[in-house]
């Protein structure tokens, strides 16, 4: 009876819908079932704690937040009757509804308001009753069936609460958007029933912000389905931040009534591939060092966990950070410059070295930076045969030039010098000609653009595997401390 449309709040709300009537496609729910949707949602959306967790998504003359009927009670059953069971009420006309595509409702949501039309206390992000702006012909009000009014009603159930707001995930796989919808309607629905048993008038929110808490129910959805041995194709997340107060400012960078975060398909990829048994070790080690740090107040250090983790908000920065995503995550270097309470700046290869891993660097080059395989597979052929050099030739100053020179030229000598070496001592060269201009040059005397990254690149195979030939861990001093080799943002 129900489909996705792609429309964001409409496609959340009918997984919301699917989700409450105990059900896992929408083609599967029949009338009986938006019966029990909105006797469900007549029933608690007009008392507390929903009440006050629906404020952040309905304004407040909303049918179940609407001062007048406090005193009314009969007013508001009659208003929740129009809105949630309208959807066997349409009219045999050309309007069609602009989620749906199906005919308009007959019924009008008020007694001043036209069949069928919509405002902002019914559908988020729309103007009032009263504004005539951004209508064909002033025609106010957004036509609207039966359906996708409860939909849409249904919808705040099936978003997260963090930081004031509500967060709702939609995706290009509607199984994507099921899941997100359908986990937390589960924890909506457990802190109702905990709130009311405690007297609470509001619902405890998320206790992570948006993007971390996106993230973290992204994997473990991404685990149960590869313990469940479920297929899903590839696909692109967007995930919608927002609250419909009418005192958000549009224009406020602090605190902007929508924020959109988006993972492309690439990305999506990658971290699917994170939660994998090859992948996983590595990538927890690097995540759990990326959590805020909870630094003692008042002499006490608070035992929760915080809300940020720095690696999973900064995914969304990706692919226009890439470079410097590598260098921070996957080479453990600091970054200065930073408050006390951010992990990022007590980073060191001198603790961390066991974090450096080449497999998840290669796999990021291939699927989110779409590198050439051809130059990922000479950059760890080089990565194994300088680590070769140095253990066995204990070359110390090569390595320290080979991390730290900042200027191309004497980059390009100290590799140089180290190759020479290698061959008077009758070794075959570490590198030739056309692996050295594949990695490093546009052409002759022309570093490409990127060369540090290929540096870092290279850096971070020699380093694993150094770690595991135990030459790191007997010149440790070799490493460079917090202090001596931090990089700032706008160093990077």
């Not at 952040?56 to 508001?76: D, G, I, L, M």
């Not at 629905?189 to 009311?196: D, E, I, K």
């Not at 992990?343 to 450096?356: C, H, M």
Request: some cysteine.
């Amino acid at each position: 009876m129900l489909n996705y449309s792609g429309h964001p709040l409409y496609d959340v709300g009918v997984a919301t819908v699917t989700a409450l009537a105990g059900k896992s496609e929408p083609r599967a729910i029949t009338n009986s079932d938006l019966e029990r949707v909105a006797d469900f949602i007549e029933q608690e959306y007009s008392r507390e704690p929903l009440k006050s967790f629906l404020g952040v998504a309905f304004t407040t003359n909303a049918w179940f937040n609407q001062p007048s009927f406090a005193k009314y009670p009969e007013r508001r059953r009659e208003y929740a009757q129009r809105l949630l069971r309208s959807y066997d009420a349409q009219l045999q006309s050309s309007e069609r509804c602009v989620f749906t595509g199906e005919p308009v409702t007959s019924v009008a949501f008020s007694d001043k308001l036209h069949p069928g039309r919509a405002f902002r206390q019914h559908v988020p992000f729309l103007t009032g009753e009263g504004v005539i702006n951004f209508y064909p012909w002033g025609d106010v009000g957004l036509p609207v069936s039966g359906t996708a009014v409860l939909c849409i009603q249904a919808m705040p159930l099936g978003c997260a609460k963090c930081g004031g707001k509500l967060l709702a995930v939609h995706s290009d796989n509607p199984e994507l958007i099921f899941d997100f919808a359908s986990g937390f309607l589960r924890f909506n629905r457990q802190a109702l029933l905990l709130a009311q048993e405690a007297g609470m008038k509001k619902m405890p929110e998320a206790k992570s912000s948006a993007k971390t808490l996106l993230i973290e129910t992204l994997f473990e959805i991404e685990q149960r389905r590869l313990d469940e041995k479920l297929d899903r194709r590839p696909s692109s997340v967007t995930a919608y931040y927002f609250s419909n107060s009418g005192q958000a400012n549009p224009l406020d960078d602090r605190n902007p009534p929508l924020e959109i975060f988006h993972l492309p398909l690439e990305l999506m990829e990658y971290l699917s591939y994170c939660v994998s048994p090859l992948y996983r070790h590595k990538w927890s080690g690097i995540a759990e060092r990326s959590w805020r740090l909870n630094l003692k107040r008042n002499g006490k250090k608070s035992g929760d966990r915080p809300r940020r983790n720095f690696l999973y908000e900064d995914l969304f920065h990706l692919p226009d950070i890439a470079p410097v995503f590598v260098r921070r995550y996957f080479l453990r270097i600091p970054v200065r410059n930073r408050p006390e309470d951010d992990p990022r700046r007590q980073y060191s290869l001198r603790d961390e070295a066991s974090l450096v891993s080449w497999d998840l660097t290669g796999l990021f080059l291939w699927k989110v930076m779409n590198l050439d395989k051809e130059r990922i597979e000479q950059i760890r052929c080089l990565g194994d045969r300088l680590a070769e050099y140095i253990n066995s030739e204990n070359d110390r100053h090569f390595f320290m030039a080979f991390f730290s020179e900042m200027k191309y030229g004497y980059f390009r000598n100290s590799l140089i010098k180290a190759n020479l070496s290698h061959v008077k001592n009758g070794n075959p060269p570490l590198i030739t000609l056309d692996p050295y201009l594949e990695i490093f040059e546009e052409g002759t005397d022309v570093a490409r653009p990127d060369w540090r990254l290929a540096r870092d690149l290279v850096l971070i195979r020699v380093i694993e595997k150094l770690y595991q030939l135990g030459w790191l861990g007997k010149n440790k001093d070799v490493l460079p401390d917090v202090e001596s080799n931090q990089v700032s943002e706008e160093e990077e």
